[in-house]
T-cell receptor
């Protein structure tokens, strides 16, 4: 398995501002993902963070709103830009390990936008 | 849209009883994974079952997969209060990056 940490663990932000969430993994992984979990809902994939190239976004998510960086195989950031109360969610980083296909999740970042 | 549907949406049982949660999906998969989430925290990986497997065990957990019916079940035996959590199934699609698509989850409450 992989040990994943996220910073910050939670934050309260004002509308119109931006927040960058960091994800650090204890080993090199090929596949990293960012998910959103809105209150009381399941998880929705935002994008796949590709090392050395632009992230691949899912339908309904755009780079201007959720820019992602992946400078190396152990680190990624997700920025939530120009926030509104509708962005209040838990944001989770996830990685897939090599051969087994198991996918592991970080502890999440709980974001509240006022 | 969500690939999986889980039922029941909520389940409440007495400690010591068995809990069964079901997951159905729509398209062909590479594997199916079950997760537990306590009180809106991160997801804990429970078990992965591949499309060519029918049953897997891990401790008190038993997972079955029926690809002909596109369904899976998670059985927790001899439940404990600490098993109280939300349980999600997630399917890894065959196409593309095998991204995981999550079901809506089952909220399990174990009453002491």
């Amino acid at each position: 398995s992989a040990v994943i940490s996220q910073k910050p663990s939670r934050d309260i932000c004002q509308r119109g501002t931006s927040l960058t969430i960091q994800c650090q993994v204890d080993s090199q992984v090929t596949m990293m993902f960012w998910y959103r979990q809105q209150p009381g809902q399941s998880l929705t994939l935002i994008a796949t963070a590709n090392q050395g190239s632009e992230a691949t976004y899912e339908s309904g998510f755009v780079i201007d709103k959720f820019p992602i960086s992946r400078p190396n195989l152990t680190f990624s950031t997700l920025t939530v830009s120009n926030m509104s109360p509708e962005d209040s969610s838990i944001y989770l980083c996830s990685v897939r390990t090599g051969g087994t296909g198991e996918q592991f999740f970080g502890p999440g970042t709980r974001l509240t936008v006022l | 849209s969500q690939q999986g549907e889980e039922d029941p949406q909520a389940l409440s049982i007495q400690e010591g009883e068995n809990a069964t949660m079901n997951c159905s999906y729509k398209t062909s998969i590479n594997n199916l994974q079950w997760y537990r989430q306590n009180s809106g925290r991160g997801l804990v990986h429970l078990i992965l079952i591949r499309s060519n497997e029918r049953e897997k065990h891990s401790g008190r957990l038993r997972v079955t997969l029926d690809t002909s019916k596109k369904s899976s079940s998670l059985l927790i035996t001899a439940s404990r209060a600490a098993d109280t959590a939300s349980y999600f199934c997630a399917t890894a699609l065959i196409q593309g990056a095998q991204k995981l698509v999550f079901g809506q989850g089952t909220r399990l409450t174990i009453n002491p």
